[in-house]
């Protein structure tokens, strides 16, 4: 059994963002999947607006694991992704 989780950072990209997930435990398998023992993760990247003329690189993260294993893979990925995107 499984759970998913899925979050959305804004202003970092999806290369960072893999690599992040490397430096968590996981192992890059492709542009937009890395794979740990207990969970891997699906990134997606698109351009969203905030107001009238600014756009950021949004990636959305797509979390897939054994139960109780994401909560604390959610809050340090959260944690990197903040201090990069400000």
Known sequence: MTE???RSF???S???AR???GNLGGAVESDDHVVA???EARLSS???SVGPSLTLTEVTVVFEGE???LDD???RFAQKAMRAGG
């Open 4 to 6: 998913t989780r899925e």
């Open 10 to 12: 804004r202003g970092i």
């Open 14 to 16: 999806q290369r960072l």
């Open 19 to 21: 690599h992040y997930l």
């Open 37 to 39: 023992e207990d969970w």
């Open 46 to 48: 698109s351009t969203v």
């Open 67 to 69: 139960p109780g294993t």
């Open 73 to 75: 893979l959610i809050e």
